[in-house]
């Protein structure tokens, strides 16, 4: 089974527009911030693909929003992962309110060496995590 993660949040007021709901933009903050979170609970942080010479770079975020988010309110960011190829992975996000869904967003990494910015392969250590089928010793 895949790892996940559920990271929870409170709607600042600078989030929001004129109209008083979040601003669509801000979803993709939030992803980045729960993205964090499931990095930092499976993989013992995000410093670990650094510490590799490695980054995962943003190629394609695709966001379906559901309902509205407003001023001051609780939600939470579930966090899985997706398709993973051998270069590639995708996460899958997951916004609830009270059990009601918010938006749900996929976006697809690309894994970089952090010098030359080219393509590198996913680690296998990291690879067998993602998967759920390791933990973070094995990296």
């Known amino acids: 089974m895949s790892p996940e993660t559920t990271h929870s949040f409170r709607v600042r007021y600078n989030e929001c527009d004129q109209v008083g709901i979040v601003f669509n933009a801000n979803f993709l903050i939030y992803a980045d911030v729960a993205a964090n979170e499931f990095w930092r609970e499976h993989l013992g942080g995000y410093s670990t693909l650094k510490d590799l010479g490695l980054d995962v770079v943003l190629a394609e975020a695709n966001i379906r929003f559901r309902r509205p988010l407003h001023f001051d309110e609780d939600f939470e960011v579930r966090v899985g992962v997706g398709t993973i190829t051998s270069?590639?992975?995708?996460?899958?996000?997951?916004?609830?309110?009270?059990?009601?869904?918010v938006a749900d967003i996929t976006i697809a990494y690309v894994c970089i060496d952090t010098s030359s910015q080219e393509p590198r392969p996913i680690p296998e250590g990291i690879r067998s995590v993602l998967e759920g089928q390791g933990s973070e010793s094995a990296i």
Do not use: H, L, N
Not at 87 to 101: C, K, L, Q, V, Y
């Open 87 to 101: 270069r590639s992975m995708e996460m899958e996000f997951g916004f609830t309110r009270d059990g009601e869904a």
